[in-house]
């Protein structure tokens, strides 16, 4: 059974900061992309951030590069995403996803049950 836990979300003020964590469990997480979502109400869920298995490649929205830090430990099978100097627009659900990249690998999709983040400012 795949599970994806995230935790660290919560309420802060324009400007804090904030870890998440997401643990893999289920999935062989080495071989595994990983990407942070969010979604705020009433928008569509749209994506944050992602790394590759090993970290190689990187990528981001415009709206938080600079800002936001994902990265991944694959001996804790745990992804991140530092968020620093949150604005209110970062408000959402933030959701862990996983997703195989095919070819051997095979092709999977997979998602947290979502931790809230609250930006007031």
């Known amino acids: 059974q795949v599970q994806l836990v995230e935790s660290g979300g919560g309420l802060v003020q324009s400007g804090q900061s904030l870890t998440l964590s997401c643990v893999a469990s289920?999935?062989?997480?080495?071989?595994?992309?990983m990407a942070w979502h969010r979604q705020a109400p009433g928008k569509e869920r749209e994506l944050v951030a992602d790394?590759?298995?090993?970290?190689?490649?990187?990528n981001y929205r415009d709206s938080v590069k600079g800002r936001f830090t994902i990265s991944r430990d694959n001996l804790k099978d745990t992804v991140y995403l530092q968020m620093n100097d949150l604005k209110p627009e970062d408000t959402g659900v933030y959701y862990c996803?996983?997703?195989?990249?095919?070819?051997?690998?095979?092709?999977?999709?997979?998602w947290g049950q979502g931790t809230q983040v609250t930006v007031s400012s």
């Open positions: 996803n996983a997703n195989g990249p095919g070819g051997f690998v095979g092709e999977y999709e997979y």
């Open positions: 790394i590759t298995h090993r970290g190689g490649i990187i």
């Open positions: 289920g999935i062989v997480f080495g071989v595994t992309n």
